[in-house]
């Protein structure tokens, strides 16, 4: 029986590392990471607030984020657990952005960028780009 315990949790975790891992075969606007740092250019905000993979489409703040092309966008985990951003579509993957942690990405082009957490998939945002 305990055999079957450690297969379970090996399981658990070889998924648990594939959810971070997240990519789309997809095409769609490419989004570009921005480099590591401050960003240079027009930036905007998004906080992910206590209990959000509750909050469905409240879960960033905010939901619906509108900016003009150019803009690094940073999600900042304001929570007590882990959460990530990714993209619905071939775009950003955050990987776990621990509670009070950070991600950055830049927005290159023109488009609507609907994503989600990864970990909790009712947690849905849109970023319109302008």
């Known amino acids: 029986m ?3 315990s450690l297969i379970f949790a090996s399981a658990l975790l ?4 594939g959810c971070s891992d997240y990519s ?3 095409p769609g606007p490419s989004v570009t990471p921005s480099p590591g740092g401050a960003p240079s250019g027009p930036s905007s905000a ?3 607030p206590m209990g959000a993979s509750a909050l469905g489409r409240a879960a960033y703040n905010p939901g619906d984020l509108t ?5 690094t966008v940073t999600w900042t985990n304001a929570d007590v657990v882990s ?3 990714t993209s619905d579509a071939t775009g950003w993957n955050s990987g776990v952005i621990a509670p009070g942690g950070q991600f950055s990405f830049g927005f290159p082009a023109a488009g609507t960028f609907s994503y989600h957490c ?3 998939p009712g947690m849905v945002g849109t970023v319109v780009v302008r």
């Open 24 to 26: 789309s075969p997809t």
């Open 2 to 4: 305990h055999a079957r």
């Open 46 to 48: 998004v906080t992910i």
């Open 14 to 17: 070889a998924l648990a590392a």
């Open 67 to 71: 900016i003009a092309v150019g803009t």
């Open 83 to 85: 959460h990530t951003s």
């Open 118 to 120: 990864a970990i909790h």
